[in-house]
């Protein structure tokens, strides 16, 4: 909602799913005025991308709104494979994703479940915080992008459901981003590609199902794809589950008929048992796997961020979470050129970092599905690349490693984007090709390098500020969407210098923290630190400086390490590349 007395938004997202709303969020915890529209009247029903993956959990952590997420998600829960044909004895039980305990480093292990409208819902009251509302029932109809601004025409229905009526709006942005989906109109009159296939063999039926005799604590499913696959998955909602029809010898066309054939079809299916009753299904579609991918994000001052830049398979679970990402990586930089202290030419690192990413998500979620229409039987998913924690940049032209610098190797991001038509259903090769980027980590050796995802370290305790001295914490309460960090390692660099030579920049875009290895006294003149905390349990320095080469360790807005540097001389080369606009030595 525009609030006259506000000013004047600068950025226009249009798309309130999850990629629009933590863009939003994002940006206003920048300080960044925007509007955010969303074309349907009223908030979407369904669970939907309710896997929420460990980085995502992280990028929860920087937005201030996992207390929220964490009150309400369950975690995945125990799968129960039932003998067929009568559907009740247990043949396996098994974790669909095995339990895995919290370390100093990765403070969120395990994957949780939580509805995607829960979830939106959360978002909402986050905006409600600062003030910003989305505007539902508000629809981009077309926009025109020169050098200074974008022009967009919107149609206003509020809550009419009359598709012809409608107030017509002409508003102006600095910049506008497209989180409108895989239908969207910003990808299409963007002009982007959107390369791939539409594999229209392989269906689903997916929805929500209100059931009354099924166990709430379990993930229910009956048969395998080579026949008729049922899993009906509990849901954080008494009697709410989730439910999916897969399979060979499915009319999906008949089935998409009416409930009553759903209802058919899910008792014939679950060995006709009389004690489960369907209750309502209040959410259902018709699921065709499609796999495409944009080959740049956007240009100019016109971007696109999750579905309307990538679609894939669900299996896996990735599609919200490599939204969340993307909306990630664009939304510090946006704000650090909609406020006018960075380059737009840093906008152009959004495409460089995440194509590579995405192409690979793409191999990842197109083998698990070739694995669930392979008619392999529900396994475990062990894999767990799919946490998106080794999810990383080490390519990119912004990151700077002081022991090693990567050069941005071209040729590997084309490979990389190219393997995605090779898909791994259809030729294994990929996996074999010794030059792909490895985007989702999945070889790391265990060594922090510019461009990894920055870890957390638990067991701090902190000496300054005063007023919170003694308190215990950890790094990610210190990372924000809002500011670059700076590590320091007292005992290995001298910090009044690095901290004097931060000076420099512009206020409030970096926040300083002195790490003191345990019992020794913390250095002189660091009074201009914002923090200065005692590394109790030594987990900063084994996961940032473990060989003491290294001593400062520039963390990014969006929890990405941007440089590990032995100085200020490396230092300020890494912040000359990002604040182009700044005072910069
Ligand atoms: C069955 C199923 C299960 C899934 N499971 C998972 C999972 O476990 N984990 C996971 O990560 N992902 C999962 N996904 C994928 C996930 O739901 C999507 O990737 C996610 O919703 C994408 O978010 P988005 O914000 O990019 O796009 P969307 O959610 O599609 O949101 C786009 C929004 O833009 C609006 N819009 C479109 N055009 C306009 C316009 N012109 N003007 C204004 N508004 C417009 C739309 O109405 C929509 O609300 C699943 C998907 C399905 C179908």
Redesign the pocket.
């Known amino acids: 909602m525009v609030d006259p007395t506000s000013p004047p938004p600068k950025v226009l997202i249009?798309?309130?799913?999850?990629?629009?709303?933590v863009l939003a969020l994002q940006l206003l915890h920048n300080g960044v005025p925007i509007r955010i529209?969303?074309?349907?009247s009223f908030p979407?029903l369904g669970?939907?991308?309710?896997?929420?993956?460990p980085r995502s959990l992280e990028l929860f952590t920087s937005l201030r709104i996992i207390e929220d997420v964490m009150n309400r998600a369950i975690l995945t829960p125990p799968v129960r494979l039932y003998k067929m044909p009568e559907g009740v004895e247990i043949a396996h039980e098994f974790e669909m994703s095995p339990r895995r305990n919290p370390t100093p480093s990765h403070p969120y292990l395990n994957p949780v479940m939580l509805g995607?409208d829960k979830l939106e819902k959360i978002f909402h009251k986050a905006l409600a915080g600062f003030g910003c509302t989305v505007e539902l029932g508000?629809?981009?109809?077309s926009f025109v992008q020169t050098d200074g601004n974008v022009t967009a025409t919107l149609i206003k229905r509020g809550m009419s459901q009359d598709m012809d009526s409608g107030e017509i709006e002409e508003a102006t942005f600095d910049y506008m981003i497209g989180?409108?989906?895989?239908?969207?109109?910003?990808r299409n009159q963007l002009g982007l590609s959107f390369v791939g296939e539409t594999r229209n063999v392989e269906n689903?039926v997916?929805g929500d199902i209100c059931l009354d005799g099924l166990s709430q604590k379990y993930w229910h499913m009956w048969g395998d794809a080579s026949d008729v696959l049922i899993s009906v998955r509990a849901t954080e909602t008494p009697k709410l589950f989730n439910f999916?029809i897969g399979g060979k010898n499915i009319n999906y066309t008949k089935i998409m008929q009416n409930e009553a054939e759903i209802k058919k079809c899910f008792f014939e299916h679950t060995g006709q048992r009389s004690d489960i009753k369907v209750l309502d299904i209040p959410w259902m579609?018709q699921?065709t796997p499609n796999i495409r991918m944009v080959d740049r994000f956007g240009f100019g001052r016109v971007y696109v961020?999750?579905?309307?830049g990538h679609v894939h398979s669900?299996t896996g679970?990735?599609?919200?979470?490599?939204?969340i990402q993307d909306s990630f990586n664009l939304g510090w930089k946006l704000a650090l050129v909609a406020k006018g202290i960075s380059s737009p030419s840093l906008l152009e690192t959004f495409s460089e970092e995440r194509i590579p990413v995405i192409a690979e998500m793409i191999v990842q979620t197109t083998k698990l599905l070739k694995k669930t229409l392979d008619n392999d039987e529900p396994s475990p998913q062990t894999n767990s690349t799919l946490f998106q924690l080794g999810v990383n940049y080490r390519w990119s032209s912004i990151v700077l490693d002081e022991r090693k610098k990567i050069e941005v190797d071209r040729e590997a991001i084309e490979d990389a984007y190219l393997q995605q038509f090779e898909f791994p259903g259809d030729d294994d090769g990929p996996e074999d090709d010794p030059d792909r980027l490895d985007s989702y980590g999945e070889n790391q050796d265990g060594r922090l390098r510019a461009g990894d995802r920055a870890p957390d370290a638990s067991g701090l305790a902190i000496e300054a500020p005063f007023d919170l001295a003694k308190q215990s914490c950890q790094l990610f309460q210190i990372y924000g969407p809002a500011h670059h960090t700076v590590l320091i390692f007292a005992d290995v660099v001298n910090a009044a210098d690095i901290i004097t030579g931060l000076l420099n920049y512009p206020k409030g875009l970096i926040r300083t923290v002195v790490i003191v290895p345990t019992r020794r006294p913390a250095p002189r003149n660091v009074d201009g630190a914002d923090f200065v905390v005692e590394d109790r349990g030594g987990h900063a320095a084994s996961a940032y400086c473990p060989t003491g080469v290294c001593g400062v360790c520039i963390i990014r807005p969006d929890g990405v390490v941007g440089a590990l540097v032995k100085g200020p001389t490396w230092m300020h080369r890494y912040f000359r590349g990002i604040f182009t606009a700044g005072r910069s030595p």
């Open positions: 249009v798309g309130g799913g999850p990629s629009g709303l529209i969303e074309k349907n979407r669970q939907r991308g309710a896997g929420i993956m995607q508000t629809e981009l109809k989180a409108d989906g895989a239908r969207g109109v910003v689903f997916v999916v579609s699921y961020t999750g579905d309307a669900p679970g990735q599609g919200m979470n490599t939204g």
